[in-house]
DNA sequence: TATTGTTATACTCTATAACTATA
DNA sequence: TATAGTTATAGAGTATAACAATA
């Protein structure tokens, strides 16, 4: 009797989540970039989108997303435009230091990723990589309102 | 090529451990603690502590432990006296009622857990578990300084 | 001097409300 | 009137510095 939470499979994720949020952005603080800034890259890459779109595919609120821009912007890796057709609109497209900077992060996010899962082998890597997809795609409560990072 | 990070183990790892967080943070909510309270209270089930003591344990700062100590005083679920031994110490121990609120608790976050793990059978949950602990025992970067909750 | 607990303070992250300019 | 973006502000959560009491 008496189990407790400490040490369990829910508590584990809490934690192995938190370090491994915390082993992401230690890994990306060379670049001077945040974890939010490489997901908002990511989406950018193809094409780009308004703010409010960005806030919609990234669930991050307006004004964070005002803060997470300025920030890309000084770091050279956007570039903010009116948009020509609804002149409420930015346009936030990615700029070429802005893809060698995604280029670079996704280095050093692989290199964090392989670190985390060391200890594990190729097989079971691909085990634990399913069954959190199971886990992910979960269809009551699926996991939408989550903390980005 | 251009392997997106959102998708890959570490990033579904980071995000299910936000949810599980939040789930867990939810499910306390109508006994008005958060997760730090039942981590401290299950530290305090056997023996009583000095709020030092309890913040090696947790590897909570000091100064959130002292909150942390106030709300469950508040709650009426631990009890602070001055150390007869060493007056710089405050000993911190479980009350009667603290003892019912993280019964209740462990109910609460049991279910709260199988909930999230809903989509895999008992083997499955069994291998995700021996997965997980691999990782978080692993020696280098011991996922030591954690975002407690 | 060092340690325990405390307070005041600051910093990050996030969210709410109010404003502007456009539609 | 509604929407896009912005600013100011406030609230959690956490950490640093300074302080009082005690060792």
Redesign the interface.
Known sequence: M?????G?????????????????ERALAPLGMKGRH??VL?IL?NDPRSQSELCQETGMDRTTMVAVIDELERLGCVRRERSLTDRRKHVVSMTERGGTALGE??VL??Q??D??????SAA??D???A????????P??P?A???P?
């Open positions: 008496h189990d407790r939470i400490d369990q499979t829910g508590y584990l994720l809490v934690k192995l989540g938190g370090s491994a949020g915390a082993r992401f490489v997901r990511e890459r992060s996704a996010l692989t964090a990723q670190e985390l899962l060391a200890p594990l079971e890597r085990r634990l990589h069954l959190l997809i199971r886990l992910y795609a979960q009551p409560d996991c309102p989550l903390p990072t």
